[in-house]
């Protein structure tokens, strides 16, 4: 037995992707269940940069099919601020936007630090304990995009290990930031960024075929023996959900990527 293992891209308007990857008939209200017809996941970004509405989510959610997820970029008001742990009033605020309005299409939540951003174990201890578990009756599930080299430290595994909520970390393939490929939770979320322009699929035959292997051994329940780990295997084995973005790179060419690591898998 083996977890779900969900694949798409950052967002799904973008001018570029029209004629390389929505047909020109396509209108700009009709992309999301184009793509989502095609694709299994969407990471939003503009939740990032401001509020949505509840009925906005619940929008978003009803024009994908049944075991679609959307991963949801949190408040850069929460994520940029010099001392995380005093974020607990930004995190309320971001909650009560009403992600949860999504029900079972609500994926993980993404807390992209500034990768400028240094480890601090205290600071980092204080920022998971604000994290809440739940909301509004639905179990969440949080992962923590940390690009600073200081990171790469088995106390920062340790701390997503031992969260009250299931935090994980992004596994990011990107060749200026450190690889952490451990499991803190009960799934993984990966951002692939190395996508090319000169290449059809984004990433070549070969490389979506690691790809493909390494996400199998994730979902089954093991860690890929060719991707850097930190903090020792201490996960239990078990199957685990998957999560896995194509993001930045050559981004037009990200939906190709994506549905050909979704036909190989």
Known sequence: MAGQIHVGVGGWSFEEWRGAFYPKEIRKAGELAYMAERLTAIEINATFYGSQKPEVFRRWASETPEGFRFSLKASRYTTTRRVL?????????????????????????????????????DDIAAFLELLPVAWNGRPLRHVVEAGHESFADPAFVALLREAKAEVAQV?????????????????????????????????????????????????????????????????????????AFFISGAKVRNPAAATALIEKL
């Open 171 to 243: 596994v990011l393939d990107d060749p200026d930031h450190p690889t952490i490929a451990d499991v803190t939770a009960d799934f993984v979320y990966l951002r692939l960024q190395r996508s090319r322009a000169d290449v059809e699929t984004g990433y070549s035959e070969a490389d979506l075929d690691t790809w493909a292997k390494r996400l199998n051994t994730y979902a089954a329940g093991g860690v890929p023996d060719d991707l850097p780990t930190i903090g020792g295997d201490t996960s239990e084995k078990r199957k685990r959900d998957v999560f």
């Open 85 to 121: 742990a005093e974020g607990a009033e930004s995190i309320k605020k971001f909650f009560e936007t009403g992600p949860t309005a999504m029900g079972d299409k609500l994926g993980p939540i993404l807390w992209q630090l500034p990768a400028t951003k240094r480890f601090d174990r």
